[in-house]
């Protein structure tokens, strides 16, 4: 069961649709669905709310500590109210994911994600559920800072708004903590189109009889 959903991204007008803020995008998205409004939490170094989940209350946490110190944000708050590492999901920026793809996982490295980094340092543990979504790659390591913290462009902006939308009807299960089934829900393909029918064609006159 998830009792802490976070989005991970910078504070500020600046950073407005930067690629590194896809995170809050999805927090913002899920608020909306949810009903509440995220307020500042000086406890907790960030943008909380609490909303009701189907198995109890569930927490949202944009941390405005900046991105490199998002830990301390979701370790304030997990420790407080003894929330355990997998019961933490973190939406973010996910550079090896072209836009428009997204994947949900439990667990694993940070790929070089800062904020990733600061939280798996600060909860002790890298056992937190994480939803990559996709902004692409550079090309080259040394373009990644200023590409992250660019304003992608609009045809982005739409493909990541899609992945967020695919997800939201999601969130029942994800809240219950039917984990299997929210993976399946969310990676599966879409059904091949089946082959038109070949048109009928018409008796010819030579096929009739007399």
Known sequence: MLKLLVG?????????DTRHNAGFAWVDA??????????????????????NGPQGPVWLLEPQTYLNLSGKSVAALARFFKVQPDE?????DELDLPPGEMKLKKGGGTGGHNGLKDMQAQLGSGDFWRLRLGIGHPGQKDAVAGYVLRRSPATERELLQ???????PV???????????????????PPRPKPPKPAATAPSATDSTA
């Open 8 to 16: 991970l991204g910078n504070p500020g007008a600046e950073y407005d």
């Open 30 to 51: 899920v608020a909306r669905e949810l009903k509440v409004t995220l307020q500042p939490e000086r406890s907790y170094f960030g943008l909380a709310a609490r909303a």
């Open 88 to 92: 933490i999901l973190v939406a973010h």
């Open 162 to 168: 899609a992945c967020i939308d695919k997800t939201l």
């Open 171 to 189: 969130l029942p299960l994800l809240l219950a903590g039917q984990m299997d089934a929210a993976l399946h829900k969310l990676h599966a393909k």
